[in-house]
């Protein structure tokens, strides 16, 4: 049974930093593509970054680079998302999600490719 649990997210103010968490338990894969991925209510959902889990392979969408860092550690089968320099605009529900079936550069562009998500964590930034 696999699941990916979500946490760190929460209230900050513009300029300000969050790091969010995802561990992902019930995979036995030694590499895959993990990935955020934000949504706005009455909008469809972003890829955020994706990171392949093997030999760490990164891409970012352009509204986020530079601000934001994809990480993992494969001892905790754990991903993160350090995000500086918080913007309003960033405010949205963050999901972790897992395997696509294509590539991990490509699903950035096609979030709803992955087959596993989290709950999600809210980021309120103000």
């Known amino acids: 049974h696999v699941q990916l649990v979500e946490s760190g997210g929460g209230s900050v103010q513009v300029g300000g930093s969050l790091n969010l968490s995802c561990a992902a338990t019930?995979?036995?894969?030694?590499?895959?593509?993990m990935a955020w991925i934000r949504q706005v209510p009455g909008k469809e959902r972003e890829g955020v970054a994706t990171i392949v889990t093997g030999y760490g392979g990164k891409w970012y969408d352009s509204s986020v680079k530079g601000r934001f860092t994809i990480s993992r550690d494969r001892t905790k089968n754990s991903i993160y998302l350090q995000m500086n320099s918080l913007k309003m605009e960033d405010s949205a529900m963050y999901y972790c999600?897992?395997?696509?079936?294509?590539?991990?550069?490509?699903?950035?562009?096609?979030?709803?490719?992955?087959?596993?998500w989290g709950q999600g964590t809210q980021v309120t930034v103000s």
């Open positions: 999600a897992a395997v696509t079936d294509g590539s991990c550069a490509a699903a950035l562009n096609a979030p709803t490719s992955f087959r596993y």
């Open positions: 019930g995979m036995s894969a030694s590499s895959m593509c």
